[in-house]
């Protein structure tokens, strides 16, 4: 008897001697890829015969035999089968493909009542909550593309995705949800605590990678550099005060992975202005400020830098801002403002 033969009874509708033959094959030799094979695939057609009997008991007993072996990862058919039939056999099988038809049907709000049906009817299914994540990931990728992004209802979604712990971390859906915050960024109150929350230490290798599409020359920011960027913008909105240590921290750690984004120094720098850690803020700011030392914005940012330290300096920097040509006027008016304070704390000006 070899593999062959399990395979030919199993052709022929002979399962049950299929299977017998398999497992005894299996028992010998089980790492011989066919004998794998041979197993799997006849496990496989005896839960489809069992489902098609509504014998659930019996199917979900065929695939743990079936999810237990090691089913070699080049084998994508048999690794999809075998993931398919477990669908069908659960417990929730029936209420989530009514969710997947509605959501095939682009029915996103009816699709997240049945899968929000399911989590509330079977509580410890790791299975529902992915699914219901794959959803919000779904939905928020069209509210976040629409002409005006409904910031409470992506917020809202977002919520509701942090009370899914059966959902796999690290995983590529886990940091999919994570891309759609970073979209998102400039809507939400509070997104540096989306991210401690997500938590860092679940980035895996390919949120550090740039993407290329295929067949294109041109390859855009991966996952982690458009992170450091919505930070930022979250750090100059000042709407993530309570979270700069931490925010800190993280540039320091990935910022130097990316020596090809000469802002993010810069970034870095801007961060450890508003912790009041100016020297150091210094060290990061000057070589931006040496490229653009025809802009007025460089020079009020470096006096910042002065302003405890140095007092003659951050006037002589301001001094520089307001020699710059082809400045914005409205901008302008806060670099005078700091100009005299910082005349009027040197004693030059009456109070």
Same mark, same amino acid.
């Given at each position: 008897?070899?593999?062959?033969?399990?395979?030919?009874?199993? &052709?022929?509708?002979?399962?049950?001697?299929?299977?017998?033959?398999?497992?005894?094959?299996?028992?010998?030799?089980?790492?011989?890829?066919?004998?794998?094979?041979?197993?799997?695939?006849?496990?496989?057609?005896?839960?489809?015969?069992?489902?098609?009997?509504?014998?659930?008991?019996?199917?979900?007993?065929?695939?743990?035999?079936?999810?237990?072996?090691?089913?070699?990862?080049?084998?994508?058919?048999?690794?999809?089968?075998?993931?398919?039939?477990?669908?069908?056999?659960?417990?929730?099988?029936?209420?989530?493909?009514?969710?997947?038809?509605?959501?095939?049907?682009?029915?996103?709000?009816?699709?997240?009542?049945?899968?929000?049906?399911?989590?509330?009817?079977?509580?410890?299914?790791?299975?529902?909550?992915?699914?219901?994540?794959?959803?919000?990931?779904?939905?928020? %990728?069209?509210?976040?593309?629409?002409?005006?992004?409904?910031?409470?209802?992506?917020?809202?979604?977002?919520?509701?995705? &942090?009370?899914?712990?059966?959902?796999?971390?690290?995983?590529?859906?886990?940091?999919?949800?994570?891309?759609?915050?970073?979209?998102?960024?400039?809507?939400?109150?509070?997104?540096?605590?989306?991210?401690?929350?997500?938590?860092?230490?679940?980035?895996?290798?390919?949120?550090?990678?740039?993407?290329?599409?295929?067949?294109?020359?041109?390859?855009?920011?991966?996952?982690?550099?458009?992170?450091?960027?919505?930070?930022?913008?979250?750090? &100059?909105?000042?709407?993530?005060?309570?979270?700069?240590?931490?925010?800190?921290?993280?540039?320091?750690?990935?910022?130097? &992975?990316?020596? %090809?984004?000469?802002?993010?120094?810069?970034?870095?720098?801007?961060?450890?202005?508003?912790?009041?850690?100016?020297?150091?803020?210094?060290?990061?700011?000057?070589?931006?400020?040496?490229?653009?030392?025809?802009?007025?914005?460089?020079?009020?940012?470096?006096?910042?830098?002065?302003?405890?330290?140095?007092?003659?300096?951050?006037?002589?920097?301001?001094?520089?801002?307001?020699?710059?040509?082809?400045?914005?006027?409205?901008?302008?008016?806060?670099?005078?403002?700091?100009?005299?304070?910082?005349?009027?704390?040197?004693?030059?000006?009456?109070?």
């Amino acid at each position: 008897m070899d593999s062959r033969e399990v395979f030919a009874m199993r &052709k022929e509708g002979r399962l049950e001697e299929a299977l017998e033959a398999a497992r005894e094959l299996f028992r010998e030799n089980p790492a011989d890829p066919w004998v794998v094979k041979a197993l799997g695939w006849t496990l496989w057609s005896c839960a489809k015969e069992a489902l098609g009997k509504g014998d659930i008991p019996a199917a979900q007993n065929l695939i743990a035999e079936l999810s237990a072996i090691n089913v070699p990862e080049d084998d994508g058919v048999l690794l999809r089968a075998r993931e398919s039939v477990a669908r069908q056999a659960a417990p929730e099988a029936g209420i989530m493909e009514k969710a997947r038809d509605m959501s095939k049907e682009g029915k996103r709000a009816e699709a997240m009542e049945l899968y929000r049906e399911a989590m509330r009817q079977f509580p410890g299914s790791a299975k529902a909550q992915t699914e219901a994540a794959w959803e919000m990931a779904r939905a928020l %990728g069209e509210m976040i593309s629409g002409e005006t992004p409904p910031a409470a209802a992506i917020e809202m979604m977002l919520d509701e995705y &942090k009370l899914l712990n059966l959902v796999e971390r690290p995983g590529r859906l886990h940091s999919l949800m994570l891309a759609r915050a970073v979209r998102a960024a400039e809507l939400l109150h509070d997104f540096a605590g989306f991210v401690k929350w997500w938590g860092i230490e679940n980035l895996t290798v390919e949120d550090f990678e740039q993407y290329k599409p295929e067949g294109s020359d041109r390859a855009f920011p991966g996952l982690v550099e458009r992170l450091i960027k919505a930070l930022y913008g979250c750090v &100059k909105k000042g709407s993530c005060a309570a979270h700069l240590d931490w925010i800190a921290g993280f540039f320091k750690e990935n910022i130097p &992975k990316f020596p %090809g984004q000469e802002w993010f120094p810069y970034y870095y720098g801007k961060v450890l202005v508003e912790m009041r850690r100016l020297a150091e803020a210094r060290d990061l700011i000057l070589p931006v400020i040496r490229r653009k030392k025809t802009d007025a914005w460089a020079w009020h940012v470096l006096a910042g830098t002065y302003e405890i330290e140095d007092p003659g300096k951050q006037l002589a920097c301001l001094a520089q801002a307001l020699l710059c040509k082809g400045q914005d006027g409205k901008y302008l008016v806060g670099v005078r403002r700091d100009f005299a304070e910082a005349m009027k704390a040197m004693g030059n000006l009456p109070a």
